[in-house]
């Protein structure tokens, strides 16, 4: 499957299936992030259950610490 | 340019003729002008650390001329700084001048005009609340999420704007923060983020520091001279070496039931108990002690209690560093004591309460 994270399109292998697959490909599953779902903001709590199509347009934004 | 351009003309005061100039590229802006330089000039502003978000904010905000500028940090000036703190010098690092210190000199030079007010402390809630008085935005220039979520709490009660900046390697992010208008960090992070996310193991560059500066910088800009409709309103992020950018609305992250923002608020991060508090300062190997109530150390006495100690003792007016083998222990004025050569609380703490009962 392919989409666009950030602006750059993305192949996807097939075990990514939904937003929660989709940070742990990225390694971001252990990090603060915020995800836009075709311009809409995904709720931590559904991250699992939201499923990502083919084409879909991802925003991937990740908490950081330093200063 | 003109003759007076070229010439620095001096008066009977020894004062320089013409800086009455200093600020005319940016009244010639128009969303700024002469009107907004005004107000510019009557606002203060405070920036909460002085690494490398601190130095660069200041930098801008006082050659901008706002009117004052406080700038606290509880660290001292290191090589390892240089890189990216663009106020520090060779000298400072050699000297371990508090970084505070050390900012307010070069800032003095910069812009004489502006009151540059320099405090040497950990930032938490008791001195926060103290600090904010009469402060129009915060600039958070910290490196831990535990003092954002403090300023975050503050900012909501006493509706001060603040506007959050990070970095890490070429990444970077930021976002403004209106009180009773935009969600607030404790709506955006749902969870406090764990150490991973706020240390600086993976290193960064300086266009990354300048590149969340410029953003901060500039809302804080926007604020004083009231331009509220051209605030940028996303939470912003970019990796320069990746190419990216990216932009999020997140106003339907506000939380009518936050705590910190919603519309029964308890300010969670305010009631925390800050006794004794140690710290590991992440990717530094280093705890920080806080004696358990504010005190002002004697460095003097404190220099003759460890001169029967072996060990090398440093001194300048502003701390006491004290070298035994692989540990180095800085003791601050302030009583705050850091222990480098450790990321152990208990370890450091031992060596702290071995050398001073």
Not at chain 2, 216 to 239: G, H, M, P, Y
């Amino acid at each position: 499957m392919e989409v666009q994270v950030n602006g750059k399109k993305s192949e996807l292998p097939v075990s990514v299936k939904t937003i929660t697959d989709l940070l742990v490909h990225f390694e971001l599953d252990k990090q603060v992030v915020i995800v836009e779902l075709n311009e809409s903001i995904i709720d931590k709590q559904v991250h699992e259950k939201t499923e990502i199509q083919d084409g879909d347009k991802i925003e991937l934004v990740r908490f950081v610490g330093g200063g | 340019m003109n003759l007076f351009g070229l010439l620095v003309v001096v008066d009977y005061e020894g004062k320089r003729v013409g800086v009455n100039n200093r600020y005319s590229r940016q009244e010639l802006f128009s969303p700024i002008g002469k009107e907004g330089q005004q107000k510019i000039q009557l606002k203060h502003v405070l920036v909460i650390g002085a690494g490398a978000l601190g130095t660069g904010n200041s930098e801008n905000l006082v050659r901008a001329g706002v009117g004052t500028v406080t700038i606290v940090d509880r660290d001292y000036v290191e090589f390892s700084n240089l890189q990216r703190q663009q106020l520090y010098t060779e000298e400072d690092a050699i000297h371990r001048i508090p970084k505070a210190v050390a900012a307010k000199k070069r800032l003095n030079e910069v812009n004489s005009d502006v009151d540059v007010r320099a405090l040497v402390m950990d930032v938490t809630k008791e001195e926060l609340e103290q600090l904010v008085e009469g402060v129009d935005v915060i600039v958070d220039a910290t490196d831990n999420f535990d003092t954002r979520l403090i300023i975050n709490d503050i900012s909501q009660k006493y509706n001060i704007p603040w506007i959050y900046g990070a970095c890490v390697s070429s990444y970077g992010l930021s976002y403004t923060i209106i009180p009773g208008e935009t969600p607030c960090l404790n709506c955006l992070l749902e969870t406090v983020p764990l150490g991973g996310a706020t240390c600086d193991t993976a290193g960064v560059i300086s266009p990354a520091v300048q590149m969340v500066v410029a953003h901060q910088t500039t809302e804080v800009l926007k604020l004083l001279v009231d331009d509220k409709a051209s605030l940028r309103n996303k939470l912003i992020s970019f990796d320069l070496w990746k190419n990216d950018f990216m932009a999020i609305n997140v106003q339907k992250v506000k939380k009518a039931n936050c705590l910190s923002c919603g519309e029964k608020p308890t300010y969670p991060f305010l009631s925390y108990d800050q006794e004794t508090k140690s710290t590991v300062l992440c990717g530094r190997n280093t705890v920080q002690i806080r004696p358990p109530k504010r005190m002002e150390r004697d460095l003097n006495q404190l220099k003759h209690t460890l001169s029967s100690q072996e060990g090398t003792i440093e001194q300048n007016p502003y701390l006491l560093s004290f070298t035994m083998g692989e540990k180095r222990m800085v003791f601050f004025k302030d009583g705050r004591v850091l222990v480098h050569g450790t990321n152990d609380i208990s370890e450091a703490k031992t060596l702290y309460h071995r050398l001073l009962g």
